[in-house]
């Protein structure tokens, strides 16, 4: 059981719980640590072993399935994280966020997209992150986003 | 009033002052510390409260504008910075500028549109960085330039 | 002559050798240090001083050309990272390497093409790293593959 103001009581306060660290999709691993600071390779929106969805926003995808590929690729984005931070996400301070929406040449709202995973991040971990948005035509995997993260790793936890 | 060799002294002389730092579009913060290091969500083009330039360069935007963009990013960014640095830029060095350029898909010349902030954020802190540029067909708030800005502060300045 | 575990000896067993450093393309370093990481500016896949390939995969360049352009800008930034070592690539231990592929809006296969820059990364650094991937109509100097490239330096290397 984790106490009450932890990340993981939040986690499953909000319905969500985390699938095992995805394994990078390459010649690559999924995160690698440098210091304290951790980053990751860009995390996918995985459901049942596979994208749950491919496309492109304004086109294939609506907006309100970006919203939930980018909450599902934070939810990956956090799985690494716990990975890296030795299984305890309360360890884990996230610096930044680093969003690519795959998108419709005319589709404007690439930062609603990526308030669903902000959303998400700054109430499971608790503080605001800084955060970098870009649209793109073509997109690895055909995934509608991908999301980078950066964080801190503190190895005693307040 | 700053010394002769103070970053502020140098952005005056070259006919520039800095606006309050801008706070983030979206559910996150602009800039975020860790150790020593500061990294910042993108910076716009801001004047007088709204985006200066809004289009692709090759398109809408003229390369002259787009440079002008540039430099208005750098300046906002500056700003960040300073507010980082607990409001002095004399602790800021420039680690490295990543610059967004939205442009038309024949447009060649995004390190140029990028010289007019790397020549700005040159002069004014006085040191080189290090860069990364990319084009892109779609930008959030159909920006002609983003810039993200990774700096090391330093506590003691020499 | 290098001992035979060093990076140097592996890039020369897999016949390969570094050019000098190439000096940034624009008003900017080509690398810079904060602390013990080294960040870089966008490496281009050089041969005989111009880039080896110019324009997109999936059209005017091939999949195969684009690995090689890969190849070309990962040794491109070895020598980066090189000098940013003080000239000994066994201080090197690369922490992320951010991939971009100028490509057709259909092409699927960024990751493969990317694969020839890690793959020989892993290779001469025997590490394994982490990778971001993304895809771009517009590329500077229409290049078809660029690569960044965070990396830690060992000042006692083993």
New interface residues.
């Given amino acids: 059981m984790y106490p009450e103001n932890h990340p993981e009581t939040r986690l499953a306060a909000l319905g969500y719980s985390l699938l095992p660290a995805h394994p990078?999709?390459?010649?690559?691993?999924?995160?690698?640590r440098?210091?304290?600071?951790v980053?990751?390779?860009?995390q996918f929106p995985w459901r049942d072993g596979k994208l749950a969805y491919t496309g492109r926003v304004g086109a294939e995808v609506s907006t309100e399935q970006a919203v939930d590929a980018a909450r599902l690729a934070a939810l990956a984005g956090l799985a690494q994280l716990k990975e890296a931070a030795g299984g305890d996400l309360a360890r884990v301070?996230l610096?930044?966020?680093?969003g690519?929406v795959g998108?419709a040449?005319d589709?404007?709202d690439?930062?609603?997209v990526?308030?669903g995973a902000?959303?998400l991040l700054?109430k499971v971990l608790g503080v605001?992150?800084?955060?970098?948005?870009?649209?793109?035509?073509?997109?690895?995997l055909?995934s509608p986003v991908m999301l980078?993260f950066?964080a801190?790793i503190n190895d005693a936890p307040a």
């Fill in positions: 990078g999709v390459g010649m690559y691993v999924s995160w690698a440098t210091g304290n600071l980053t990751t390779s860009f301070r610096v930044r966020l680093d690519h998108c040449m589709f404007k690439i930062p609603h990526l308030n902000s959303e700054t605001a992150h800084c955060r970098t948005a870009l649209g793109h035509m073509v997109m690895p055909d980078g950066l801190e």
